[in-house]
């Protein structure tokens, strides 16, 4: 059974910074590409950055380049997300994604997994 089980979430401070986990089990994680996405009630779900375990190649969403980090760990199926300068408009329920691809897709209905999402909030 494919599980993706995302955690780090939690309230910080403009300015500051959180690392997001998605711990990956049940799938040869080495032939997946990793997304994480969030959402926010009302709004589409918007790709944050993805990043494919195969190859380490990586993408990044306009709104968050220069102030995220996408990183993997394949000997342990963990991919995480290193945010930093967070700013309230960063708050959101964010989601890591499994699909199996070579390549990063960027589109969050490419993605057949997902995990339960956890919560950010960045907020004085």
């Known amino acids: 059974e494919v599980q993706l089980q995302a955690s780090g979430g939690g309230l910080v401070q403009p300015g500051g910074s959180l690392r997001l986990s998605c711990a990956a089990s049940?799938?040869?994680?080495?032939?997946?590409?990793i997304g994480w996405f969030r959402q926010v009630p009302g709004k589409e779900r918007e790709r944050i950055s993805c990043?494919?375990?195969?190859?380490?190649?990586?993408s990044y969403g306009e709104s968050v380049k220069g102030r995220f980090t996408i990183s993997t760990n394949n000997a342990k199926s963990t991919v995480y997300l290193q945010m930093d300068t967070l700013k309230p408009s960063d708050t959101a329920v964010y989601y890591c994604?499994?699909?199996?691809?070579?390549?990063?897709?960027?589109?969050?209905?490419?993605?057949?997994?997902w995990g339960q999402g956890t919560q950010v909030t960045v907020s004085s």
């Open positions: 994604a499994a699909v199996s691809r070579v390549g990063i897709p960027i589109t969050a209905g490419a993605y057949d997994y």
């Open positions: 049940g799938f040869n994680f080495d032939d997946y590409a």
């Open positions: 990043i494919s375990s195969y190859d380490r190649s990586v």
